[in-house]
Every structure is written in structure tokens, then in C-alpha cells.
């Protein structure tokens, strides 16, 4: 039954969208806005924006800063709902999609935005060794992974073991890889300097890995090359070309050799969410659905995808990239079209991407931004990144808290989110037991003593 | 061997100190200061802000807001050397403390200040059920327990399975009881009021449950008559004389009657640290270890302790109420006293503790503060409580950011900290499953059905 029928018959027709990121967040808003019947289900109770989630991975920011809950986002629209859930499965034939709790949720249409995934390139058993950086408890997985390394080091009187827990490697060179390694050089140059007795945290090894012949492959070169150059007058180490053979629990071999390492930290490669996999369309290499210049799924009546899910050909038949701008124009876009044909009948226009400029950092006074063949670096590049970023936060506790944040740091080079927590079955730092939880006998039973 | 024999021996007594908290960070100031060899061991990074806990566990600020890094605090002093770590045990015969990962720590001088654990009263197995407030990881467990049944409420139809889910139990009346209950109450009054689509949060239960006959019977009864009174006017059911009889997964039982309930939160029982019982010296119901006028543990030479592992008495041989100011004294006086009868031999005075008020905040405008005769409450008590903790906190930093957070908070009545996360092995709230992270795949392979 078309969408259409289903409105007549119903007087409403159900939108359901999966997953709460930068485009099923803005459908919903637009969509909220039009007084059309809308759930969005998401994994997590927030949105969270992740081109800052380097910094709560090093010690920046906390996750609260950079989160924000759906329902607060989309309460003004009552007619708007907000679903905690996980969605197990698509029944295109039933137009129903099932959670994994066993709620099963109806639609007229659906939009699908449940963004992307680490790929450890097949090497799966890599994840445990190498965490990535998608969601908080990942960044606070890094986070408290580095800073072990130190406190580990410190603990003991083996230089080579120190020089092993200093050593943190990350894999990627792409904005993520390259922000984490210029962050984590920054926090053991600055921050963590003068804290230590035993062990100097200014001799921390940050090693950037990168398999291809350059940083930054969606930037230019002369840009690639700055920011390898910034990099490296941080004391990182820059190693292009530089494929990952093995990781494993105190080293990663790339090139033949086996370095050993404190942390290992996985930029490297992004696969668009499972979920794809389970419609029963064909979906490329990266595990993206193909969607048409309507952003609806070929083969699947009244489904759309959106954001990294999405395979979304520019004119010259080239896939978008899995950036927050491209989610969201598709998300408005998507939104606008919908609203219009469901209420009025009117056709659906196709989608056309328009590139805001791209832009990464590397450290202190050092940032690229690019549009076409606009291109700054540099100071200037850095305070526009620094605005562009705090005005994209969604609310303005937001802002002002992060930009308060960002001054300190400035003037100080001390970070305010050094916390150092071990929830229980969290990844182990190195080798060294992590501390456990002994004053809280009644609350662990299993792990006492007694 | 006593200490001054070793430092005429070696030139240096080596002083440690267990324990980052109020009374041991408090020494290793006075002591790093004095210019003696201090080493401070810890099983968190951090020295946290306890008082203000609570508003972590209930959205209003995050984990980083109140903890500070410990090497952080002491970085100017060189002589104090900062170990991450847990005690197994002491060995007082051979001077030495053994760490959990097998590190030994050899001392002349032994300084303990583990602070204080839960204590369920012999029922252990309430444990899971109804965490306690001492960690970052506990305040983060009951946020997430507490915002999760909200979202359970919202998935299901059934009017009763709402109530329930709605339904939060605090179960002691003392002062963190007191401000955990009126803290939930507005954060489901104000916070999530308009959030939720098919339950109302203001019709969420919020129970305060007390075995004895009044709240905050550290205060006078016409404060704890009006402490009730305000937690009345914020919605939250006050129970005196209401002895917890068992808890499970989804009810508590007091007084004869099953409550089906949410999330129970546990603030009743406190126990000094385990550590204590280790030492093989007599102990106090409650597990402190008896020490003298001059803060030595009675039976152990060159052996001290403090805060709420000491049991410390006044001069009516009442023992001194486990507060941070109890703490911060003993640890300054103690140290004072160390300093000069390791350096010039100089005789040890005994300590005498000033009390400088006590003070318990129910909400909005409702605080209440005492020393001895003069008693204030309402609005001014609310201001003075005010500035006190921020006064109280380490870091013009995080004084910047908890004034703002609660000026913030003030105006608009929202909270900046409304994170849901589901750390692996996280308590479930509920009864129904935790969402999973499906688009992870490749770092919990155990949980991935493939």
C-alpha cells in the first residue's frame, strides 16, 4: 500500500526514522515542523556530535558537553515521539520494523539514518587491541586507556617497558586519525608534562599510520602536507604508506616491523551500519545502500536512506562522503520533499549536494579549511574551524560551556576531563591489572575477597 | 624501627599516604609542602568532590565538573610522587604496604585515609539492585538506571508496568538520601516533564525511605521537620520508621508492603574501608579503626589514620561524624604535627576538631545550615550552600563551570548532563534488555549474532 493510500485510509501516515545523528535529527525537525506523525528510534538517548569526540577521547571536553537528549532536541513537537531501541530488523513486505527487544513498530514511510560502523578490514579480532571512535563509551574507552599507559608507566622502574606504555600508535590518516594524533601529542607535551616523577611524558611516542601515500586524502596535497608538517613539528611521528599487518594486545606490525605500544587506536576504516546488510537490497563494497537522486532505496517501496547508510551519486556518478553536511542537506531535503508530496500530492525533486567547505585540525594555530579551490591554513583556519564548531553545537549551554572550555585550554594547556574511570568489562590498558573497586565489597561480590 | 631513627638512617623518612579524598590529599599538601618524601596512592586518578555527587547521579552536572586529576593538585610539589593503585595489605611488621598488582611500597611513616564503602547491612545481595553514591561509576549507573526507566516507561502500554518503572526508591534519609530524592523530584517535575509522549514524568513516585523516626538526624528536628516539609512540596513521598526489609530486582519492601519500583538507589549504610579490618587491630560496628588524640592507630607504631576510616572521639568520647571537614582537619593538623616532629623532633599535639556547620540541601531554594545554636534555612541557607561548594571545589576552573551550569540550570530548569550510556556490564535497569551496539560489530564480536 503506497503512502499515499495509507494517508487517505488513515488520515496520517506513520514516518518512522532510524537513528538520531546529524540527518534523521534534522528529517525529524522539518518533518516535526510540517505536524507530520513521526517516530525516531535511536540506540542512544542523545545526538551527539561527533566531529568533537576527538577531544573527550583526549581529555578536552566531557561527553555531556558535546551530547545532547533527543526528546529535549524535538520537544516542542507533540507530535514527534522518541523511541530507545535498537532496530533488529526491516519487514518491507509488512512495513514494520521489529526492535531487538521484540517491539515492533509500523510505518507508511521510513527513513533510514543509522549512520556507520568501525571496519577492521576482516580483521575483527583487532577490535579488542584497537578501539575506534564512534560513540561516548568509546571515547571514554581511549580515554582511559591513555591515560593508564601513564600512570602505568610510572609505576614502573623498566625503561623499556615505560617506552612501550608511552608509545600510543594511531591508525588512520584521515581527519579523525590525524585530530586523535595531534590532540594525544598536545595532551603528553602540555597537559601531562609536569605531572609525573618516574617517567617524562614529553618522550611520549604518537605514531600516525597511514597506509596511503599521503594524509588527508579528501584535501589536497599541499594541504596534506601541512598538516603532516604541523604534525610533526608536535612530535608525531608520520608514517604514510605504512599498512597495518597485525595488532595485538602491546604492539601493531606495519612494514615488517612490530612496534610495541601502550595504546593502539583504530581511525582507519568506517563501514556504513549493518542494518543495510539486512534489507535485502544490494549494498557496495562499504556496505551502503544505492539510493536513487530521490534518496529512496531501489527496490523497496516508501524506504529512504540518508547520511553514511546512504550510496549517493554526485552527478559525475561519484559516491558523497560520509560527512555531517552531506546527512544533513539530505535529511532537509528528504524532509521538505516528503512533507510536500505526502500533504499536497507534489512530486518528489531530486537531491543535490552543496559542499560547505571541508575542514580538519591539527593543533594549536593549525587547521585546513578548503571549498573548491578556496583554501586557508593556519591561524586563521584554526579560529574559523574553532567558530564554525561551536556555532554548529546544538543549544547554547552547549556553546558556551565548550567555548569556556576551549579558552581555558588555551591560556592554561590544562584539560578539565583527565578522569581516569573503569567500568566494569571495559578494555585493559597494557598488561598491568587495572585498579579495582575494593571499597565496594557489597556491590561486586564476585570480584572480593573476603 | 621508629621514624626518626630512619631519617637520621637514611636522611629521609619515606611517608605514605592511602588515599586521594578530602584528608589524605589535605596531608600530602602540608607534607609536599614541608618538603618531605611523600608517596599518595590511589585506585582513582582523581580526588572527587563528593558532596556534589549527587548531581552527577541526577543529570545536573558532569563526572569531569568535580573530579580533579590528583598528580594535577600536587604537580608542584616534587618530593610527593603520585602511585595508581589498590592496597591488598599492609605489613606492619615489615613496614611495607603491598598493592593488588603485586608493588610494594616500603614506608617509615604510614598515613591512612581510604575514605569510607557501602554497607548493606548484611544483605550484600541488595547490592545489585540498589547502588550506592561513591564513584564516578556509581553516580553514573543510577543517571543511567534512572533515565532508562523513564525511556521503558515510554515503550510500553501497560499502565501499571509505567507506574512501576516510574517508581524510584532512595532508601536512607541522611543528607545524601535527602538531596538524591529532591534532586529526582525536579529533574521529573521540571527536566523531563515535556520530554515524554506517553507517560507524564511529574506523576513519576519518587519514595524516601528511613528506618529511624526523622530525617537528617544530624541536624535539629525542627531542621529535619522542615527538610520533610520541603521534599513534601516537591512531590516526594517521605516514609520515617520505614525499615527496608528486602530488595529486588523490581520492588522494595518496607514495612510490610512491596513497592514495585524502577530504580532503587541505596543511602543508608556506610562501613569505613575494608582496609581497616586488615590491619589486625580491633574495630569499631562500623569498621574504623580506634586511633589516639594524636590520630595513631592504637597498637601499630608510626601508623595514623583519618577521615572516616578513623574512629576519632571528642572530648565527651562521642566518635567525630564522618564529614569532609573531619577529614580536611585531621589531615592538615596530622601532617602539621608530622612535619615538625620529623624535622626538629618537636613533641606531637593533640587534635581537637572545630565544627564549622553542617549543611543539607533539599532543592530549589530549600538548604538548611547549623552550627551548634545558629541555624538558618530556606532561601539564604540555599545562597550560602551555594557558595560554599563552589567555594569548596579545587580549581578556579571548575568553579567557573559549576556556577554556570547551575546559574543555567536555574533560569531555564534544564540539566546539561542527561547522558544514557550502557557501559559493557553496566547494571540493567528493569526488566527490559538494554539496547546494544549493533553498529559495533567488530569490537564485541561475543555479542554480534553473525
Redesign the interface.
Known amino acids: 500500500m503506497p503512502a499515499e493510500a495509507a494517508l487517505a485510509e488513515r488520515g496520517e501516515p506513520r514516518i518512522v526514522i532510524v537513528g538520531g545523528g546529524f540527518g534523521g535529527l534534522e528529517a525529524a525537525k522539518v518533518l516535526g515542523k510540517a505536524g507530520l506523525e513521526v517516530t525516531l528510534v535511536d540506540?542512544?538517548?542523545?545526538h551527539l556530535f561527533q566531529p568533537l569526540l576527538y577531544q573527550v577521547a583526549t581529555a578536552a571536553l566531557?561527553?555531556?558537553?558535546i551530547?545532547e537528549?533527543i526528546?529535549?532536541i524535538l520537544?516542542r513537537h507533540?507530535n514527534v515521539?522518541?523511541?530507545?531501541?535498537?532496530?533488529a530488523r526491516v519487514d518491507a513486505d509488512k512495513r514494520s520494523l521489529t526492535l531487538?527487544?521484540g517491539?515492533v513498530l509500523p510505518y507508511d514511510v521510513l527513513i533510514l539514518a543509522?549512520?556507520?560502523?568501525?571496519?577492521?578490514f576482516g580483521h575483527?579480532?583487532?577490535?579488542?587491541f584497537a578501539?575506534?571512535l564512534?560513540?561516548?563509551?568509546?571515547a571514554?574507552a581511549i580515554r582511559s586507556r591513555s591515560?593508564?599507559a601513564f600512570?602505568?608507566a610510572?609505576?614502573t622502574d623498566d625503561p623499556a617497558e615505560q617506552q612501550r606504555l608511552m608509545t600510543i600508535a594511531v591508525v588512520g590518516g584521515g581527519p579523525t586519525g590525524v585530530e586523535l594524533a595531534g590532540s594525544l601529542a598536545e595532551l603528553s607535551r602540555f597537559t601531562l608534562a609536569?605531572?609525573?616523577?618516574?617517567v617524562d611524558p614529553e618522550k611520549a611516542r604518537i605514531i600516525l599510520l597511514e597506509a596511503g601515500p599521503r594524509l588527508l586524502s579528501g584535501f589536497s596535497e599541499k594541504m596534506s602536507r601541512y598538516a603532516a608538517e604541523r604534525l610533526e613539528r608536535l612530535g608525531v611521528e608520520v608514517k604514510t604508506g605504512a599498512a597495518v599487518e597485525e595488532i595485538g594486545e602491546d604492539f601493531v606490525r606495519f612494514s615488517g616491523e612490530a612496534v610495541p605500544t601502550g595504546v593502539v587506536v583504530w581511525a582507519a576504516g568506517v563501514a556504513a551500519?549493518?542494518?543495510g546488510r539486512t534489507l535485502g537490497v544490494e549494498t557496495d563494497r562499504t556496505g551502503r545502500v544505492p539510493v536513487d537522486e530521490k534518496l529512496a532505496v531501489r527496490g523497496l517501496p516508501d524506504v529512504y536512506a540518508i547520511g553514511d547508510l546512504a550510496r549517493c551519486e554526485d552527478e559525475e556518478g561519484n559516491p558523497l562522503p560520509g560527512l555531517a553536511q552531506v546527512a544533513k542537506q539530505q535529511g532537509r531535503h528528504l524532509a521538505t520533499q516528503l512533507a510536500r508530496h505526502l500533504r499536497e500530492g507534489a512530486p518528489m525533486s531530486p537531491f543535490r549536494y552543496r559542499g560547505r567547505g571541508n575542514t580538519a585540525i591539527v593543533g594549536r594555530h593549525a587547521a585546513i579549511f578548503e571549498q573548491g579551490s578556496f583554501k586557508i591554513k593556519g591561524w586563521l583556519a584554526w579560529l574559523a574551524w574553532a567558530f564554525i564548531h561551536v556555532y554548529l553545537l546544538v543549544g547554547a549551554?552547549?556553546r558556551?560551556?565548550v567555548s569556556?572550555?576551549w579558552l581555558?585550554r588555551y591560556v592554561?594547556y590544562?584539560r578539565?576531563?583527565?578522569?581516569?574511570?573503569?567500568?566494569?568489562?571495559?578494555p585493559k590498558a597494557g598488561k598491568?591489572?587495572l585498579?579495582?573497586?575494593?571499597?565496594?565489597?557489597?556491590?561486586?561480590?564476585d570480584r572480593t575477597v573476603r
Open positions: 540506540r542512544q538517548n542523545h566531557s561527553a555531556a558537553d551530547a537528549p526528546r529535549k520537544r507533540r515521539r522518541v523511541i530507545l531501541g535498537e532496530v531487538t527487544d517491539m543509522p549512520g556507520a560502523a568501525h571496519s577492521y575483527d579480532e583487532w577490535a579488542g578501539p575506534g564512534k560513540t561516548v563509551e568509546d571514554r591515560l593508564l600512570e602505568h610510572e609505576k609536569r605531572d609525573f616523577r618516574q551500519s549493518p542494518l549551554q552547549h558556551t560551556q569556556l572550555q581555558w592554561t590544562e578539565g576531563a583527565r578522569l581516569l574511570t573503569h567500568p566494569d568489562g571495559a598491568g591489572p585498579p579495582q573497586a575494593a571499597d565496594e565489597p557489597a556491590r561486586r561480590p
